[in-house]
Each structure stands twice: as C-alpha cells, then as structure tokens.
Nanobody, 115 residues
Framework: QVHLVESGGGLAQPGGSLTLSCTAS????????MGWFREGPGKERELVAG???????NYTDSVRGRFTISRDNPTNMVYLQMNMLKPEDTGVYYC?????????WGQGTQVTVWS
C-alpha cells in the first residue's frame, strides 16, 4: 500500500510561486500514474496535472503553461511547480497514485492565493 504525504502549501500573492511536494512510502511509485488534484472553495475535486510512468504529462487548461508536474522515482517524490498563481488556484491540493487497480490519496495541503 502506498502512503502519500503532501507538503509545500501555504500563502502566496497573485503572480507568486509555490512548489508542492508529494512524498510516497510503502512501495515504489515508478509504475504508478501520479497526479495532483485540487478542491477549491465550494468546488468539486478536479485533476490539475498528471504524469505517467513514462513521464508523459497532462494539465487542466486553467493551469497549462503555469504549472509543471515532475517525478523522481528513485526518491519516490512527485512535485508540482506552480508559477503565476491566481486567486482561483486557491484550494486543497491532493497527491494521488494510481496503479494495479488501486487509487491512493494523500491528506492534502492548503494553497491560498490572495493579495
């Protein structure tokens, strides 16, 4: 079973940057599809970015060009670099791991963008 812990959330001003980290334990993530989801205030959880075991990436339209997802399999880490932050990026960000018909979630980290 994969255990995921997010970190790096916090407060940022519009136009600022934050980097989220996801630390995985309990097994190697190398064969998993990793993703970052978020839940904005009053909104449903949505996929922000995903990365396959072959390092193919996809992004929701609202973050494309501003956010970058990456992974480091030897250290079991996944990152989300967030640049040019906007107030609508505010929410709880969750790391996910999908593989072998199992989906794992972290506990989430809060990102608040305000001026």
């Amino acid at each position: 079973q994969v255990h995921l812990v997010e970190s790096g959330g916090g407060l940022a001003q519009p136009g600022g940057s934050l980097t989220l980290s996801c630390t995985a334990s309990g097994g190697s993530i190398k064969d998993y599809i990793m993703g970052w989801f978020r839940e904005g205030p009053g909104k449903e959880r949505e996929l922000v970015a995903g990365i396959t075991s072959g390092d193919s990436t996809n992004y929701t339209d609202s973050v494309r060009g501003r956010f970058t997802i990456s992974r480091d399999n030897p250290t079991n880490m996944v990152y989300l670099q967030m640049n040019m932050l906007k107030p609508e990026d505010t929410g709880v960000y969750y790391c996910s791991a999908y593989g072998s018909n199992h989906l794992y979630w972290g506990q989430g980290t809060q990102v608040t963008v305000w001026s």
